[in-house]
């Protein structure tokens, strides 16, 4: 029977990979449908729930191992994909057990969070997405793959393309942020480079959209919480960076853990089936978060095994992830007649596809190659790249008195701070196979900068307790110091799954330290490691300069040394917003103007009686070492019509002493339409890179579907007016026009 699997299936990985044209992969498609439908009829209705059925391998002291009934499924045919198994050979030993015990010799699928990074740990998702580069989110995402099918895996549960307003919740870490349009852009990117060439190429992974949809919504910031919202707020904001992903080609989509409006999205055929398949025509396969059909009977809306999983089935759920209910219960539903066992064909038939796709088929070890895991895994090139994307990521908050870059003249340094030094924490969270211990701190990397400079370095104080035993030596480091850098902000356990934070201040007793540090009145620098927005009201109204280096990856400290002492002009940007106070959240830059707007000066306005509206920085903004002259706007029409674009142009100089890369955030406003609109939204960006003196043109062209929303019936489209159009290095424009469609 294994012989006849690859009869089947041998030759179409080469009809794939050498299509040249549109017709040539239709037909290759039709051919791989064919048989893959052949392989479907030889299997039994346990052996197609098998297929469905994804269980997890495990780690001890000892190393990475499957538990004993685990491995009774898989030799049985009873689960058709493995996940936190990597290794070349580990991974091989699971796929013999499938291979040479089972009926018909079908494959596993090997799936793992490689979120940012495989070995090689790149800055987390809002870092990465901070540097606005979409070829260098490319490119990281690009190197994980490459590390990641080097240890045989197939599959990562990512991007993650949640839209984030509340940075209380854990899980911003792992996104793009607050906007629509930058994190459907880097949704894009990042499938581009986990897929590389295309499935079936050796150094690619498929990628799995996640969490779809709207997790990042959840009410109060508290993981795993419902979701309560407007179709159009779930039109507008949520939904675009996951269609954005799939329009790209991503082959897999994960549910979330929420409910959406009452139903839990592991149990919506609206989400999974109305909008993912049907509007959306995605053709890939849908596969759940960890247990998240058992939990359809917390939400309340399972009575049991049997009622979750055939609510799940008929969603459009086609795979289980750890909970065992479709093993246990789809064969009797079926049996009975309860489900449509042509609802199994249709998930199986999904399922086969992206194995025959991957070339498994062909070559069930085609990704289990020592070779390829000793000669591509953290190679010299991997990290530089690492660092180069920790150096793009971090951004400058403030910078008075140009106070950075430090000279590298400096006598002595005293580095203080319960992040200094701090390894574990550099790579963050969700660090897949990263090893923590060969990451650079930000204390190694600053001795290493400035050998002949004397580098005193003092903890101070814990993150997470309230001692303040190490205050005394801090301070005293702090005396003998020409410069002080402090380094703050959160553990890596304080930020992603499960770690959502009522209070965003500095954990602990940082505040104070800082406090004690600032008394001595030596220039200080504050470098603010974690994984969310920050409420640091008093370090901005008291520190000089302040670089929020998020968790920067296995070179974090090189690349943070890199931007302190001058090597590397910071150039990242805030892809979300830091609220002043917790009470201004949900807080982002693209609110409604409301019928009341903010007036200073009268009450009875959108506004609060305690603190500002204003946020402590805002989306989009991050200071360089140089300085830019922007010209006004210049537009190649004042009208626009029909299949027509407006070019609009802006001119920058380098007006300062450095090289420098400024982001240029186009924006739009639709002052009067059917619906009430946003008072600015990000429509276009890029990166222009200027010598002292040099200029650059920016050029972006405009056009109707550009100007489109969700009207007032729900249909999608532009309203005929007057449009507004701003320009800035933020969401504080600096410069506007206006155009008019026709």
């Keep these: 029977m294994k012989n006849l699997q690859l009869f089947l299936f041998s030759t179409l990985l080469v009809l794939v990979l050498s299509s040249g044209c549109s017709q040539n992969k239709q037909t290759a498609t039709n051919e791989v449908d064919r048989r893959v439908d052949s392989v479907l009829s030889l299997m039994t209705l346990e052996e197609k729930v098998g297929q469905m059925t994804l269980f997890t391998s495990d780690m001890d002291q000892t190393g990475a191992f499957i538990r004993k009934e685990y491995e009774d499924d898989i030799k049985k045919g009873k689960a058709g994909a493995i996940f936190n198994a990597y290794g070349a050979a580990y991974t091989r030993k699971l796929q013999e057990m499938a291979v040479n015990n089972t009926r018909l010799g ?81 949704a894009r990117a990042r499938v581009r480079g986990f897929q590389g060439e295309g499935i079936g190429s050796l150094n690619s992974v498929v990628a799995c959209v996640k969490h779809y949809a709207a997790y990042g919504a959840s009410q109060a910031g508290r993981d795993y919480h419902s979701v ?162 920790a150096r793009k990521s971090a951004v400058l908050l403030k910078n008075d008195g140009n106070l950075l870059p430090l000279s590298r003249n400096l006598k002595t340094i005293a580095v203080i701070g319960p992040l200094a030094d701090a390894q ?177 000066n009268n009450k009875y306005t959108s506004k609060y009686l305690d603190v500002s509206n204003e946020p402590l920085y805002v989306f989009g903004h991050g200071l360089s070492y140089t300085s830019f002259d922007w010209s006004e706007i210049m537009l190649s029409a004042s009208t626009l019509n029909e299949n027509d674009s407006i070019k609009v142009s802006i001119q920058l100089t380098n007006t300062g002493k450095m090289a420098g890369t400024e982001t240029v955030q186009l924006y739009i406003h639709d002052p009067v339409a059917s619906v009430a609109r946003p008072v600015k939204q990000l429509k276009k960006f890029m990166q222009l890179t200027l010598e002292p003196g040099e200029s650059g043109l920016a050029e972006f062209y405009l056009n109707q579907h550009d100007l489109s929303f969700f009207r007032a019936d729900m249909s999608f489209g532009p309203e005929k007016g007057e449009y507004v159009v701003m320009a800035g290095p933020s969401s504080n424009t600096i410069r506007s026009a206006k155009i008019e469609l026709k």
Aim: aromatic share 10%.
């Design 106 to 186: 079908i494959p596993l699928l090997f799936g793992y969070d490689v979120i940012h990074g495989h070995r090689t740990i790149f800055p987390v998702p809002l870092a990465e997405a901070a540097s606005w580069d979409l070829k260098a989110i490319e490119q990281a995402a690009r190197i994980a793959a490459d590390e990641a099918s080097a240890e045989g895996l197939h599959w990562t549960f990512a991007p993650m393309c949640d839209i984030s307003r509340d940075p209380r919740w854990g899980r911003v870490v792992e996104g793009a942020g607050e906007d629509v349009f930058l994190a459907s852009e880097i």
């Design 228 to 389: 309560d919202m407007s179709e159009r707020t779930l039109r507008e904001t949520y939904l675009p960076p996951y269609k954005a992903a799939l329009e790209e080609g991503a082959l897999t989509v994960m549910t979330s853990f929420n409910d959406l409006n009452g139903i839990p999205a592991t149990a919506s055929k609206y989400l999974m089936t109305d909008i993912l398949r049907d509007e959306w025509g995605f053709e890939g396969f849908v596969v759940t978060d960890y247990t998240s059909i058992m939990e359809l009977m917390f939400h309340g809306v399972a009575g049991d095994t049997i009622e979750a999983s055939r609510l799940s089935i008929e969603a459009g759920v086609d795979m289980d992830m750890q909970a065992g209910f479709y093993q246990k219960a789809l064969p009797q539903l079926v049996k009975s007649g309860k489900v449509d066992e042509e609802l199994v064909n249709t998930a199986v038939r999904r399922i086969l596809k992206v194995k025959f796709m991957l070339g498994l088929f062909d070559d069930p070890y085609r990704y289990c190659s020592p070779e390829r895991e000793k000669s591509h895994v953290m190679t010299p090139e991997n990290l530089a790249a690492a660092r180069d994307m």
């Design 424 to 600: 574990r924490d550099m790579i963050g969270s969700w660090s897949a196979a990263g090893d923590w211990a060969k990451s650079v701190t930000l204390l190694t990397g600053i001795r290493d900068a400035v050998p002949q400079s004397r580098v005193i370095h003092a903890m101070g104080c814990t993150t997470d307790k309230f001692s303040r035993d190490g205050f005394k030596e801090a301070v005293l480091a702090a005396r003998q110091a020409d410069v002080v850098v402090l380094a703050l902000g959160e553990n890596y356990w304080m930020s992603g799954e499960a770690a959502s934070r009522a209070g965003i201040d500095l954990p602990g007793i940082q505040q104070e330290l800082a406090d004690e540090i600032l008394k001595t009145g030596k220039p200080t620098v504050a470098v603010i490691f974690g994984g969310r927005p920050l409420t640091i009201n008093k370090l901005k109204q008291d520190v000089p300069s302040i670089l929020m280096a998020w968790f920067p990856g296995t070179m974090g400290g090189y690349a943070l040394a890199d931007i302190l002492f001058g090597d590397y002009n910071p150039s990242g940007k805030l892809p979300v917003t830091f609220p002043m106070h917790v009470g201004q959240i949900p807080i982002h830059y693209d609110m409604r103007n409301t019928g009341r707007p903010f007036d200073a």
